[in-house]
């Protein structure tokens, strides 16, 4: 079995703390950046692809919570956030969820608990997904190659096929235009056409014939599924 090496943003700003986690996680093979206040926290987890955000709930400037809450308010992609309190209220945990924590470990812990955590977090997001991915009207079967669209199929060839199952993978993150294309064709890309005329080519059978497009362009940037009508 492959150990899992995951980078991990740690919130925290109790320095005795924080230097005890990285002496337990870094000769464990894992990456560690860290953040003493919650305006840092965020501006790092919002710059960075941490694998989890292991995130103290009483912090200066932004507390826990903000901290959480504007994560997921601002992220194009969903950050795996564990939130570590001292306080072991239900209450707490309660809110700690609804401001959209991932999981929760109240101080002190194990610092193997806290590994097992972090690790299977990370999992969570890269683990084969579900044969079918469902988003709203749109539904990729995986294991046929197929999508619909409000029950009606879409046909489309496999370049076409592997970018909508891509987008609907990575939903509801946005998928860079390097991204994609290397999720195409690896590190030997055709002329930046390519791209621009396949993307025409899912267009033209998953959006054009309905009433609202789902393959959202984001200037400058990539492509993203939106899957709200407006
Ligand atoms: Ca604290």
């Known amino acids: ?12 700003d109790e320095e005795a703390l924080a230097e ?8 464990r093979g894992h990456t560690l950046d860290f953040a003493t206040d919650g305006a840092q926290a965020l501006s790092l987890a919002l710059e960075h692809h941490y694998d989890v955000v292991v995130l103290d709930l009483g912090l200066p400037r932004l507390d826990g919570r903000d901290v959480c809450r504007l994560i997921r308010e601002k992220s194009t992609r969903h950050v795996p956030v564990l939130m570590l309190t001292a306080r072991d209220s239900l209450d707490d945990k309660v809110l700690g969820f609804e401001l959209g924590a991932d999981d929760y470990l109240t101080k002190p812990f194990a610092l193997e608990e806290l590994e097992v955590r972090c690790v299977a977090l990370s999992r969570r ?8 991915i ?28 592997r970018i909508l199952e891509y987008l609907a993978e990575s939903y509801p993150r946005t ?9 195409l064709w690896g590190d030997e890309p055709p ?3 390519a791209l621009r005329s396949h993307i025409y080519q899912v267009r033209a059978v998953l959006d054009k014939p309905f009433t609202w497009p789902i393959l959202k362009t984001v200037s400058g940037v990539g492509f993203v599924l939106d899957l709200e009508e407006v």
Do not use: C
Not at 20 to 27: D, G, M, Q, R, Y
Not at 135 to 160: C, H, M, S, Y
């Open 1 to 12: 079995m492959t150990k899992t090496r995951i980078h991990i943003l740690l919130v925290e």
């Open 20 to 27: 005890n986690v990285a002496a337990f996680l870094e000769p």
């Open 125 to 132: 997001l890269t683990l084969p997904t579900e044969r079918v």
């Open 134 to 161: 469902e988003l709203g009207p749109l539904v990729v079967d995986r294991q046929r190659r197929t999508v619909t669209r409000e029950g009606a199929p879409i046909a489309l060839r496999n370049l076409g096929y």
């Open 175 to 183: 998928v860079t235009r390097s991204e994609l294309t290397y999720k």
């Open 191 to 193: 002329d930046s056409d």
